[in-house]
């Protein structure tokens, strides 16, 4: 006789969660890894910021000036080109430069650079400011976050807490702060002739080797003392770049990217959830979360739109599981679109979800969740295709009188059973109403047709 068993996956469910493990400690392993080398001492440090103005860029510049401050550096060259980006960002970055314990110059370049709009605040709060040829600096006027003007109260008190910012920054540095405020206020730009001659940067320098020589000798004011630039043009030069996890992050560094890895991650993990036995998603699911994560450290970020989305994959769960008739999944969708739409805290159209892609999404998923996995459960309610439990309802004949114990043939194989209506005669047909180990429960069937031995009985 065949006896056909069902065995729980407990070594199944113990590769998942090493693999699991092995998945965290791949990330900690990454960040660990991508940590920046130190320089030498006495060095003169150059970073490259061509990117725009976001949190990357500040933990950026952040960190190399601490690197630098660390090793006692001579100065710390940053090579700006960029075309703004958020106010947060650049506050911090000109609030470190301003705090730094070495000089930091700015230098606008490579030709056909800008330092456009917050580019502008950053440039101008530096120690040393110099642009490349073919350079510009200028138009820091703030935008509404469809890209136009700020209108109303709002934008005047806007326009004028940045006007006030750049004639402060200007006017610590002993640059000119009237065209400073012209360029929040009338987004005012001016290529690198102008700019030297009007003092709103100290030079022009063709290259890195011009910059350090040209800044040699210049007395700079770090802090509370007066410091004079010496030595620059042969001290030894270390390229703090940007770090591998740094590059992934400025490259993720988009909210439409983490609202997505968001939303993966949720599905991943959910249908690892519905669907035990597929590994590769819960897996996925991990991997987007903990990039998410790291994302979503990059930008400005409403934790309230977070909780939303973390919430419409609630919904849908219980959607699957508890049968709502549509109306959990109905809510589950527009929780993610929602939380899609102020995922950001930002009023920066760069910085903000698309909301063509946010709709999109949560139609896509709530139509999965309420097609797919519900046809994938129903599908697991059904009986079993194989093994004992698909004997149940199966029609057998009596091999031996039941008083209740005897023996039936169902399918072809001889099975010990007890009759609920005991005596059954032998030659009775019955019926399979349960399975208890390797012993069958069997009923009379009612208006049984007279006995006959099944096709192929012994």
Same mark, same amino acid.
């Given at each position: 006789?065949?006896?056909?068993?069902?065995?729980?996956?407990?070594?199944?469910?113990?590769?998942?969660?090493?693999?699991?493990? @092995?998945?965290?400690?791949?990330?900690?392993? *990454?960040?660990?890894?991508?940590?920046?080398?130190?320089?030498?001492?006495?060095?003169?440090?150059?970073?490259?910021?061509?990117?725009?103005?976001?949190?990357?860029?500040?933990?950026?510049?952040?960190?190399?000036?601490?690197?630098?401050?660390?090793?006692?550096?001579?100065?710390?060259?940053?090579?700006?080109?960029?075309?703004?980006?958020?106010?947060?960002?650049?506050?911090?970055?000109?609030?470190? &430069?301003?705090?730094?314990?070495?000089?930091?110059?700015?230098?606008?370049?490579?030709?056909?650079?800008?330092?456009?709009?917050?580019?502008?605040?950053?440039?101008?709060?530096?120690?040393?400011?110099?642009?490349?040829?073919?350079?510009?600096?200028?138009?820091?006027?703030?935008?509404?976050?469809?890209?136009?003007?700020?209108?109303?109260?709002?934008?005047?008190?806007?326009?004028?807490?940045? @006007?006030?910012?750049?004639?402060?920054?200007?006017?610590?540095?002993?640059?000119?702060?009237?065209?400073? +405020?012209?360029?929040?206020?009338?987004?005012?730009? @001016?290529?690198?002739?102008?700019?030297?001659?009007?003092?709103?940067?100290?030079?022009?320098?063709?290259?890195?080797?011009?910059? $350090?020589?040209?800044?040699?000798?210049?007395?700079?004011?770090?802090?509370?003392?007066? *410091?004079? $630039?010496?030595?620059?043009?042969?001290?030894?030069?270390?390229?703090?770049?940007?770090?591998?996890?740094?590059?992934? !992050?400025?490259?993720?560094?988009?909210?439409?990217?983490?609202?997505?890895?968001?939303?993966?991650?949720?599905? /991943?993990?959910? &249908?690892?959830?519905? #669907?035990?036995?597929?590994?590769?998603?819960?897996?996925? /699911?991990? &991997?987007? *979360?903990?990039?998410?994560? %790291?994302?979503?450290?990059?930008?400005?970020?409403?934790?309230?739109?977070?909780?939303?989305?973390?919430?419409?994959?609630?919904? %849908?769960?219980?959607?699957?599981?508890?049968?709502?008739?549509?109306?959990?999944?109905? /809510?589950?969708?527009?929780?993610?679109?929602?939380?899609?739409? &102020?995922?950001?805290?930002?009023?920066?159209?760069?910085?903000?979800?698309?909301?063509?892609?946010?709709?999109?999404?949560?139609?896509?998923?709530?139509?999965?969740?309420?097609?797919?996995?519900?046809?994938?459960?129903?599908?697991?309610? !059904?009986?079993?295709?194989? /093994?004992? +439990?698909? *004997?149940?309802?199966?029609?057998?004949?009596?091999?031996?009188?039941?008083?209740?114990?005897?023996?039936?043939?169902?399918?072809?194989?001889?099975?010990?059973?007890?009759?609920?209506? @005991?005596?059954?005669?032998?030659?009775? #047909?019955?019926?399979?109403?349960?399975?208890?180990?390797?012993?069958?429960?069997?009923?009379?069937?009612?208006?049984?047709?007279?006995?006959?031995?099944?096709?192929?009985?012994?």
């Amino acid at each position: 006789m065949e006896r056909r068993l069902r065995y729980p996956r407990t070594s199944a469910n113990r590769q998942r969660l090493r693999l699991l493990a @092995a998945a965290f400690l791949l990330a900690a392993g *990454l960040t660990g890894a991508c940590a920046q080398r130190t320089g030498s001492r006495g060095a003169v440090y150059i970073l490259t910021a061509n990117f725009e103005v976001n949190p990357v860029m500040q933990r950026y510049i952040d960190r190399g000036i601490g690197d630098a401050e660390r090793n006692n550096a001579k100065a710390v060259v940053i090579k700006l080109d960029t075309p703004g980006g958020l106010s947060d960002s650049m506050d911090k970055i000109v609030q470190r &430069i301003q705090a730094a314990k070495v000089p930091v110059i700015v230098y606008v370049s490579p030709s056909g650079g800008r330092a456009a709009s917050a580019g502008t605040f950053i440039t101008m709060s530096a120690h040393v400011a110099a642009m490349a040829p073919g350079t510009e600096i200028g138009a820091a006027h703030p935008v509404a976050a469809g890209g136009g003007d700020i209108t109303g109260t709002l934008g005047t008190k806007v326009e004028n807490d940045a @006007a006030a910012k750049a004639r402060a920054i200007a006017e610590a540095r002993g640059r000119n702060a009237d065209w400073a +405020e012209a360029a929040v206020r009338q987004s005012v730009s @001016a290529p690198v002739s102008e700019a030297v001659q009007k003092r709103i940067v100290d030079y022009q320098a063709d290259s890195i080797d011009q910059l $350090l020589q040209k800044a040699d000798g210049r007395t700079v004011r770090v802090g509370q003392r007066s *410091l004079t $630039l010496t030595g620059l043009e042969f001290a030894p030069r270390v390229e703090d770049n940007l770090t591998f996890l740094e590059r992934v !992050l400025n490259v993720l560094s988009d909210p439409n990217i983490a609202f997505l890895l968001l939303s993966l991650g949720g599905l /991943g993990l959910l &249908i690892e959830l519905v #669907h035990p036995g597929v590994f590769f998603p819960g897996v996925f /699911g991990v &991997i987007s *979360l903990i990039l998410a994560l %790291f994302v979503l450290g990059t930008l400005p970020v409403n934790w309230a739109g977070v909780g939303l989305i973390g919430l419409a994959f609630v919904l %849908f769960a219980m959607e699957v599981y508890v049968g709502g008739f549509g109306a959990l999944g109905v /809510g589950g969708a527009v929780s993610l679109i929602a939380g899609g739409l &102020i995922l950001t805290s930002s009023s920066n159209p760069d910085f903000q979800v698309s909301r063509w892609l946010v709709v999109t999404t949560g139609a896509v998923v709530a139509a999965f969740f309420l097609l797919f996995v519900g046809a994938l459960l129903r599908a697991r309610r !059904l009986p079993p295709a194989v /093994g004992i +439990e698909t *004997l149940i309802g199966r029609l057998a004949v009596a091999r031996s009188d039941l008083a209740p114990r005897g023996f039936v043939f169902v399918e072809g194989e001889r099975w010990q059973a007890v009759a609920e209506d @005991a005596p059954v005669r032998r030659g009775e #047909h019955v019926v399979v109403t349960a399975v208890r180990g390797l012993t069958l429960t069997v009923r009379r069937r009612p208006s049984a047709p007279p006995p006959s031995a099944p096709a192929g009985a012994p």
